[in-house]
T-cell receptor, first 112, second 115 residues
Framework: KAGVTQTPRYLIKTRGQQVTLSCSPI?????VSWYQQTPGQGLQFLFE???????NKGNFPGRFSGRQFSNSRSEMNVSTLELGDSALYLC???????????FGPGTRLTVL | GESVGLHLPTLSVQEGDNSIINCAYS??????FIWYKQESGKGPQFIID?????DKRQGQRVTVLLNKTVKHLSLQIAATQPGDSAVYFC??????????????FGTGTRLKVLA
């Protein structure tokens, strides 16, 4: 069974731009969560989607948003990028919420 | 590969010895705990989990201990191998009556296995 895939793997943007990251969960998994990982803050929860609905949200500004499609694939969007948004963005999928999560390799975003 | 944390506490262990990685969690209402392993350039990988109605759980070469009194979690790795070198995170999760929850991750410990 294929694992969680994330695209793109690497991305370079400039301040003020916006970016969309994509996550394809493991087949059959309906819950997708997004995390931001930085050396200073570690892993921080962004939000979780289940059945196309956002169930949980972390403490991030409204510039960070996401959505989930009917096939459980998810995208997250960051608008008006800031230098501090440079991070590894990780997606994790699980069968249902509150279940074992499987992480993708992440998308490394660099904001210049 | 990428570094997930440049200033993480580091535990150096001789190959074949046992490793103990500790984690203090913050929320006394947390009822589900997970240990993850993250190798350079990869996403976190689930190792073992434990629910708050247990104080010990064993897997293959790994044991997780939970002490709810002092809000402490530990991961024990038996017969540590070079492939165990990675960053290890604990995560806590509080399920709420509303059905929502949120994972909170520790900052991580870097395990270095010495040959």
């Amino acid at each position: 069974k294929a694992g969680v895939t994330q695209t793109p793997r690497y991305l370079i943007k400039t301040r003020g731009q916006q970016v969309t990251l994509s996550c394809s969960p493991i087949s059959g998994h309906r819950s997708v969560s997004w995390y931001q990982q930085t050396p200073g803050q570690g892993l921080q929860f962004l939000f979780e989607y289940f059945s196309e609905t956002q169930r949980n949200k972390g403490n991030f500004p409204g510039r960070f948003s996401g959505r989930q499609f009917s096939n459980s694939r998810s995208e997250m969007n960051v608008s008006t990028l800031e230098l501090g948004d440079s991070a590894l963005y990780l997606c994790a999928s699980s069968l249902v919420p509150y279940n074992e999560q499987f992480f993708g390799p992440g998308t490394r975003l660099t904001v210049l | 590969g990428e570094s997930v944390g440049l200033h993480l506490p580091t535990l150096s262990v001789q190959e074949g010895d046992n490793s103990i990685i500790n984690c203090a969690y913050s929320n006394s209402a947390s009822d589900y705990f997970i240990w993850y392993k993250q190798e350079s350039g990869k996403g976190p990988q689930f190792i073992i989990d434990i629910r708050s109605n247990m104080d010990k759980r064993q897997g293959q070469r790994v044991t997780v201990l939970l002490n709810k009194t002092v809000k402490h979690l530990s991961l024990q790795i038996a017969a540590t191998q070079p492939g165990d070198s990675a960053v290890y995170f604990c995560a806590e999760n509080e399920s709420r009556a509303s059905g929502t929850y949120k994972y909170i991750f520790g900052t991580g410990t870097r395990l270095k296995v010495l040959a």
